[in-house]
């Protein structure tokens, strides 16, 4: 058995593209004689740097439309072979890459799969990216997961009908998340190669990389439920989230507590809130503009300039840290969980000026949808138990003992099925519970982790 690598691109950055091509490539040689290598531009009619690629691997399709989603159908139409793997035109595959992926593609149960993909750190939003992990799909457990990332996967066209395509509709994002649903449907699992040497991807040092990149993946929710009938990307009660987040009083967000520096601490608390926020606020626009519903007043430009000049204060502040070696300690987490990040005024007074909320929803569709309940208590509460497993023997190690790596946290929460983004967030609200009913007070858990809404949407 061989391989086709699909790579779907616009084409707006070649230099990164060709990058990619030449690295699916070196991996598809290790495939067989046939393996191939098929880029799909959308927008284009022609990208004269591929025309330098030489070598009879590599196949090139044009379409006039712009559409992700029909990109990556076009890949499945066009494939030579039934096993076919998926890599974002900005990432780099190892070059074991599409033996390991088709060796576990190969299993009769198996008619998708996804592996880690890490992210290339040159400064502080790329490591805040790579350190949360947020490429990789949601888990089930260690050899399974709940979504599909199309970063760095791979499926077996042959098993899975000639209907189970990825919807068109979706043409800019959330196609990954629907077809991931899709393939649930339709009675199948979706793999996790957790040993697999991870796809890097690429990350510019910008702020964008988080708030841009959110505000569309909380935009991709609506879609999905309006258009799909997703009824799982409801963000519950999205409304009174975020105006919470708008307030100088909103006190659950993430501290970050595990890192020893305290500039790393104040960063990543910063970008977490721009992260959840943007994904609410993308949220909140775009059903909006489905339901014909002003939920929020946006202004985009001014937003977009606060969070330009506050990420270059950021960056002004930690320029010498070194942030491909940040020391971690999970045993910190006991202590400093109710830290305060004093910057973090700033951003709720950005989001009261520029992307104000609404007081009052009229009746209607929005209305409905945002009325929605959330996770019952006990979920939450079960969750926090499975975390709870997980990080007390962290926690209660002997501090003679070195500290347990980002990797092997994120293994041990994976295998309790939950996911690097969310074990932190729940893991310094276990620190506080605990606290709290230390000193005999009743403790109540919030409706979700904040960090899941935004793990949760980057899915979609």
């Not at 409801?234 to 009083?249: G, I, K, N, P, S």
Request: glycine fraction near 6%; proline fraction near 6%.
């Amino acid at each position: 058995m061989t391989v086709s690598v699909g790579i779907p691109t616009r084409g707006d950055d070649p230099a990164a593209l060709v990058r990619t091509v030449r690295a699916a490539l070196r991996a598809a040689r290790t495939a067989g004689e046939t393996a191939e290598v098929l880029v799909v531009v959308n927008g284009r009619s022609r990208l004269p740097e591929l025309d330098r690629i030489a070598g009879g691997r590599l196949r090139v399709h044009y379409r006039e439309r712009r559409n992700v989603a029909a990109a990556r159908n076009a890949v499945l139409d066009a494939a030579a072979h039934d096993t076919v793997l998926y890599v974002d035109d900005d990432c780099l595959v190892p070059p074991s890459w599409c033996v390991e992926m088709s060796r576990a593609l190969a299993r009769p149960d198996r008619a998708a799969l996804c592996a880690p993909i890490r992210t290339v750190v040159s400064g502080p939003v790329s490591a805040f990216v790579d350190y949360l992990r947020l490429f990789d799909a949601i888990p089930v457990d260690e050899t399974e997961a709940d979504t599909l990332t199309t970063g760095n996967c791979g499926v077996r066209r042959d098993r899975l009908g000639p209907d189970l395509r990825f919807c068109e509709d979706l043409h800019t994002s959330g196609e990954d998340s629907d077809f991931g649903a899709a393939l649930h449907e339709a009675g199948h699992r979706i793999g996790w190669l957790s040993g697999a040497p991870p796809v890097m991807h690429g990350c510019a040092e910008q702020i964008g990389e988080i708030t841009d990149r959110y505000l569309r993946y909380g935009a991709s929710a609506p879609e999905l439920l309006l258009r799909r009938n997703r009824a799982r990307v409801v963000t519950h009660r999205a409304l009174d989230w975020y105006r919470e987040r708008t307030r100088d009083e909103f006190r659950t967000y993430r501290r970050f507590a595990e890192f020893t520096d305290p500039r790393v601490r104040a960063a990543f608390a910063v970008y977490e809130y721009l992260m959840i926020s943007s994904a609410l606020l993308g949220y909140l626009v775009r059903l909006g503009e489905l339901t014909g519903c002003l939920l929020v007043e946006l202004d985009r430009t001014a937003l977009d300039r606060a969070w330009r000049d506050l990420a270059a204060r950021i960056e002004a502040a930690t320029r010498d840290v070194d942030w491909t070696a940040l020391p971690v300690d999970y045993r910190r987490i006991a202590t400093g969980a109710s830290e305060r990040q004093p910057a973090l005024a700033e951003v709720r007074q950005v989001l009261r000026t520029h992307a104000r909320p609404v007081s009052v929803v009229p009746d209607g569709p929005a209305a409905e949808i945002l009325a929605r309940g959330g996770e019952q208590p006990g979920e939450y509460l079960a969750l926090l138990e499975r975390v709870r497993r997980v990080w007390h023997p962290i926690r209660d190690a002997d501090p003679d003992q070195p500290a347990v790596t980002p990797s092997e946290f994120d293994r041990r929460m994976r295998a309790v099925g939950v996911s690097f983004a969310v074990a932190g967030a729940a893991a310094e609200y276990c620190a506080l519970v605990d606290r709290i009913a230390a000193k005999g007070t009743d403790a109540h858990p919030p409706r979700r982790t904040t960090t899941a809404v935004a793990h949760r949407a980057e899915q979609r």
